[in-house]
Nanobody, 125 residues
């Protein structure tokens, strides 16, 4: 069982930055592929970025375009998402997710076994 807790969301002006963090419980954090998803009002949840258990492989959604960076610290059981050059369309609830069944990052939400409660990001224009 893994519990995930996100933090770091907030209100920021367009062009600004935020750093989201997700801390995990459990002893096998390094075995999990981790990902960030987001869900805007009235829209489906979508993949943002993912990282393999050892941090050796990173994957991003096309719309990220170098603005976001995912990283992890297995010693601290944490995964981070650095959001730069934020746009109003980045406004969403951002969720951290863990996949314990694969060594490959999946962009599909059903692949993930554990989810955090989400952290709200609001980007004003």
């Amino acid at each position: 069982q893994v519990q995930l807790v996100e933090s770091g969301g907030g209100l920021v002006q367009a062009g600004g930055s935020l750093r989201l963090s997700c801390t995990a419980s459990g002893r096998t954090f390094s075995r999990y592929c981790m990902a960030w998803f987001r869900q805007a009002p009235g829209k489906e949840r979508e993949f943002v970025a993912g990282i393999t258990g050892n941090g050796g492989s990173l994957h991003y959604a096309g719309y990220v375009k170098g603005r976001f960076t995912i990283s992890r610290d297995n010693a601290k059981k944490a995964v981070h998402l650095q959001l730069n050059s934020l746009k109003p369309e980045d406004t969403a609830v951002y969720y951290c997710a863990a996949d314990g069944d694969s060594v490959i990052v999946s962009a599909g939400a059903p692949s993930y076994d554990y989810w955090g409660q989400g952290t709200q990001v609001i980007v004003s224009s």
